[in-house]
């Protein structure tokens, strides 16, 4: 009977997460929400299959994550630990995985993957704190540890732990904000990374040119035919760092 007391109170704080960060559900009936929000809809039948998983049923937990992936394309693992005011939005693509621990107020969008980096055993989820956002397509791999407040960006991939009040984004993910302000320090322009291999060939295309030059020269005659190539330009944006 607490069980059911506990379920009823987290996912009557889930509807109300979603109508409070979801601008598209203002004014919408819980039932409403409860009937078309799949991220919701997920996060009621996780709570259900982990009070049962804790009660020792066995089947009936996977049974009903296996049901819910099929409905709401959202897979969450029936022993994921997942806190109060939790909310997916949109829902789709969403996986969690079995040791992957969430804190309160914690926001998912569409596509997010909590997941393991390979074949470990034992923990091999992410930990993410309270008011962590996570935006669309965001991979987070292994038993990293996300701090209180952190956001991770769209697309982020994210292999190591993350500041709390941090801003992370591109692939390998790293922070270009901590507690509001903008990363400084010298390594911060992950965008203009030195590319030695780029950089070697560029030094072996000036000596060819050169020494074809010196060979025109003593030859007396044009230059020989060999084209030299701009290297592709270094400035402009980085797909890694957004
Ligand atoms: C990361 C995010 C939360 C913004 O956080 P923020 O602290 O306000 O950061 P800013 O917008 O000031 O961006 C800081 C820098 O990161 C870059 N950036 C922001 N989001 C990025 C992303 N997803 N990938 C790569 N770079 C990104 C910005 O261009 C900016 O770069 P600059 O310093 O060169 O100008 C937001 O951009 C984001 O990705 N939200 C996810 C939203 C989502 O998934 N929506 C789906 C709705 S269906």
Known sequence: MSALTRVLAEVK??????RDRDPAAQGVSTFEILT?????????AHRVAQA????GVPLAPRAIAHLTRAVTGVEIHPAAKIGGEFFIDHGSGVVIGET???GERVTLYQGV???GTGFQRGKRHPT???NVTVGS???????IAVGDGAKIGANTVVVEDVPPSATVVGNPGHPVKVEGKRVEGPDADWIHLPDPIAEAIKALSERIADLERRIADLDGGEKSGG???RLRSRTGRSSAGG
């Open 227 to 229: 084209e030299e190539r």
């Open 113 to 115: 993957t909590l997941g």
């Open 36 to 44: 078309s929000w799949a991220g919701v809809q997920a996060l009621l």
């Open 100 to 102: 992957a621990e969430i």
């Open 13 to 18: 704080a889930d509807v109300a997460a979603a």
């Open 128 to 130: 993410l704190g309270d």
């Open 52 to 55: 049962l998983r804790e009660a």
């Open 137 to 143: 397509g965001a991979k987070l791999l292994g038993p």
